[in-house]
C-alpha cells in the first residue's frame, strides 16, 4: 500500500484557511488580529489622505498644511468607516455619534501632532513636505491606534 502524505496537508490548508478566515474575514477580538487590520486600514486612509495632499498641493496650489488638513480629514473619515466595520468587533459605546465624535477627538488630537510634525520637518527642517507626511504619518499611526483601541474599541 503507498503511503499517502495528503492528510497533514488537508489539515494544514484547514489550518490556514481557518488563519486567514480569523485574520481577514471573522471578527477579530485578537488585539494582533485587529493590529493587523488596522494596519491595512491605515494604509488604505493614508492613500486617501497623502492623495488628497499632493493633489491640493500640487494641481489646485493650496498650502501643503492646509492641504495636509484636508487630507488628515478624509483619511479620518475612511478609517472611521473601515476601523468600525472591518477592525474592531466590539464597539465600547452604541451610540456612533457619540463614538465618532470621540474617534474624530482623537483624530484631531492626531491633527494636531500631523500638523506639528509637518511643520517641523517641512517647515523648520526643510524635508520635502511628501517625506515629512510619512514620518508624521507612521508617529501619528501607533497614537490613533493605542487612543482608539483603549477609548473605543476594548
Known amino acids: 500500500m503507498p503511503i499517502t502524505i495528503q492528510e497533514p496537508q488537508q489539515e494544514s490548508r484547514i489550518s490556514i484557511r481557518a488563519f486567514l478566515g480569523a485574520l481577514l474575514i471573522d471578527p477579530a477580538d485578537n488585539t494582533t488580529f485587529q493590529f493587523f487590520r488596522y494596519t491595512v486600514v491605515g494604509g488604505v486612509a ?58 474624530a477627538a482623537i483624530g484631531v488630537a492626531g491633527l494636531g501632532l500631523n500638523e506639528l510634525g509637518m511643520w517641523l520637518l517641512a517647515g523648520v527642517a526643510g524635508v520635502y513636505y511628501l517625506w515629512a507626511k510619512l514620518i508624521t504619518a507612521a508617529a501619528v499611526y501607533f497614537w490613533n491606534f493605542g487612543a482608539r483601541k483603549v477609548a473605543l474599541f476594548r
Not at 499632493?54 to 473601515?82: D, I, K, M, P, R
Not at 466590539?90 to 463614538?99: G, I, M, P, S, Y
Open 46 to 103: 493614508l492613500a486617501a489622505d497623502f492623495s488628497t495632499l499632493f493633489l491640493l498641493t500640487h494641481f489646485a496650489s493650496v498650502h501643503y498644511l492646509a492641504s495636509a488638513a484636508v487630507g488628515f480629514l478624509v483619511g479620518l473619515a475612511v478609517n472611521y468607516t473601515l476601523s468600525s466595520v472591518w477592525v474592531f468587533a466590539r464597539h465600547t459605546l452604541q451610540n456612533r455619534a457619540v463614538e465618532f465624535g470621540i474617534f
